[in-house]
């Protein structure tokens, strides 16, 4: 079947602009997963949903980044008023259900942000 | 609090063993090992509970102390295919559903 797919798989975009970034997770998975890498650096918990809810946002650095997921399936990362500190591979990963301390995710192949 | 990773880097000729290591300052509920070519997604390894449950593929080994708040993985007769980074991520006893990625371990295989 298909895997997590992400769009666009690159952006770039100039200081203060908004951008949104988009994840289709495996089918049937109820639990999603954002992450921010930079180069170098290992992926940075961002927030995890559950369903339709963000069951915890705490790695989200500021009020610029929100994240939704309406119908529980596809979520949509969104970035106000981007900087050059956001530039990064945005990834987003899935499991068959929640519980990230137990169960294996599955990642997309992420989004390329720069931020000029 | 992210884990520590040790070595940051390591060079190999193929057939040879390497050790990964990762530990933590915090009580853990879970390690997971994922490794990430270049330019592409991490891949699910390994998944080891506490109480002595694990969750991966057969060929590969690690062990987790949970004393200690450490796992180490083990790569026998290393491959080229294994070549990557190695990412060890963090549960903590608390059995939050969020895992805390370490900076990763660069695994390059010689011919």
């Known amino acids: 079947g298909a895997g997590v797919s992400q769009t666009p798989s690159n952006k770039v975009t100039e200081k203060g602009k908004y951008v949104e970034l988009r994840c289709d997770p495996i089918s049937g998975h109820t639990a999603l997963y954002w992450y921010r890498q930079s180069l170098g650096q290992g992926p940075e918990f961002l927030i995890y949903?559950?369903?339709?809810?963000?069951?915890?946002d705490s790695g989200l650095p500021n009020d610029r980044f929100f994240a939704v997921r309406p119908e529980g399936s596809v979520s949509t990362l969104k970035i106000q008023r981007t900087e050059r500190g956001d530039s990064a591979v945005y990834l987003c990963?899935?499991?068959?259900?929640?519980?990230?301390?137990?169960?294996?995710?599955?990642f997309g192949p992420g989004t390329r942000l720069t931020v000029l | 609090q992210q884990p520590v990773q040790s070595p940051q880097a390591v060079i190999l000729r193929e057939g040879e063993d390497a050790v990964i290591n990762c530990s933590s300052s915090k009580a853990l509920y879970s390690v997971h090992w994922y490794r990430q070519k270049h330019g592409e997604a991490p891949v699910f390894l390994m998944i080891l509970l506490k109480g002595g449950e694990q969750k991966g593929h057969e060929k590969i080994s690690a062990s987790f102390n949970e004393k200690k708040q450490q796992s180490s993985l083990y790569l026998t007769a290393s491959q080229l295919s294994y070549s990557g980074t190695y990412f060890c991520g963090t549960a903590s006893v608390n059995r939050d559903d969020k895992i805390i990625f370490g900076k990763g371990t660069r695994l390059h295989i010689l011919p």
């Open positions: 990963a899935s499991s068959l259900e929640g519980r990230g301390s137990y169960n294996e995710q599955f």
């Open positions: 949903f559950q369903g339709t809810g963000a069951a915890d």
